[in-house]
């Protein structure tokens, strides 16, 4: 089973930004998704990547974070102009595994 392990989170004011880092344990992970969750809602995707390598963004998030893949099974997502509704875990997953997440907290 893959290993993935989630980091970058942090405290950020409004409109600061923050870059998340997915540490992947095995080779062969060729996607990637990217969710989160916020309090008082359901997990919900932020975007991805395919395994062709085309990026995807959930509406709301389109133009306003990016993902990206590293050069050695790290993979990542750009969160910018963070507002306090960004506050939540945030999650990397590939095939039914996930990481434990990384806290992203938004206040003034």
């Known amino acids: 089973q893959v290993q993935l392990l989630e980091s970058g989170g942090g405290s950020v004011q409004p409109g600061g930004s923050l870059r998340l880092s997915c540490q992947v344990s095995?080779?062969?992970?060729?996607?990637m998704d990217w969710y989160r969750q916020v309090p008082g809602k359901r997990r919900e995707m932020v975007g991805g990547i395919t395994a062709a390598g085309i990026p995807f963004y959930m509406p709301w998030a389109e133009g306003r974070h990016t993902v990206s893949r590293g050069s050695t099974n790290t993979w990542y997502l750009q969160l910018n102009n963070l507002q306090p509704e960004d506050t939540g875990v945030y999650y990397c997953?590939?095939?039914?595994?996930w990481g434990p997440g990384t806290q992203v907290t938004v206040s003034a």
């Open positions: 997953t590939f095939l039914g595994s």
């Open positions: 095995a080779r062969g992970v060729d996607a």
